[in-house]
């Protein structure tokens, strides 16, 4: 089975298990995913490149109270990073997918992560500002449909706040930064690895 249809919100798809385990801020995080999700068998090679990066950065953790968002949780690698190294902060797990949603909630629990809400992506506060935003987007929709999503998310950054989305380069990095920049959204490209760029963008100055 492939994951050819993990962004829509339901799946017929057989539920066939695997489980995989990350390094996270504060130790070992135990991710189980499934057929019919995105990274079915495990974890993906963006959202590594994403980890990798925010590792090597030393960034620091988000301010006390403050709102993260993974959008396009998936199984949760990213959401269960975040809400390990923020245990301050809430982190919204945004998902259209109802399976992920479930398999996501499930490994909140199972590591202990009680600062993770599985949301899907109408049921979000709209009053909600993130601090926080990172992504491995679902390019795959297309280019329309990607456009459309992000800057209906990338709209609700704090002022402070910032997002960072991990984009293969073969499938339009580089487009995606300019048209991010054209937007009046501070785009900056920090890290490139594995065939993968990882863009920072921040709202605009005038915001």
Excluded at 130 to 154: D, T
Aim: hydrophobic content about 40%; proline content about 6%; glycine content about 8%.
């Amino acid at each position: 089975m492939t994951d050819e249809h993990y962004f829509s919100e339901t799946t017929s798809s057989a539920d066939v298990r695997h489980h995989y385990e990350i390094d996270g801020p504060r130790g070992r995080i135990r991710v189980e995913t499934s057929s019919g999700v995105f990274a079915s068998r495990g974890l993906d090679r963006g959202t590594a490149v994403l980890l990798d990066t925010e590792v090597r950065r030393h960034l620091p953790p988000a301010p006390a109270g403050s709102h993260l968002c993974d959008l396009g949780a998936g199984a949760g690698p990213i959401a269960l990073w975040l809400a390990a190294a923020n245990p301050t902060c809430t982190v919204h797990a945004i998902e259209v997918n109802e399976r992920a949603r479930e398999l996501c909630r499930t490994n909140a629990l199972r590591n202990g992560l009680h600062n993770v809400v599985v949301v899907g992506p109408d049921s979000v506060d709209p009053a909600i500002r993130f601090h926080v935003i990172w992504s491995n987007p679902p390019v795959r929709i297309g280019k329309p449909a990607l456009h459309a999503l992000l800057e209906q998310w990338l709209n609700r950054l704090h002022p402070a706040g910032h997002a960072d989305l991990v984009v293969g380069k073969n499938l339009g990095a580089d487009s995606l930064a300019r048209w991010l920049t054209e937007r009046g959204l501070r785009t900056e490209r920090v890290a490139s690895a594995k065939g993968f760029r990882v863009l920072r963008v921040r709202p605009s100055s005038e915001s």
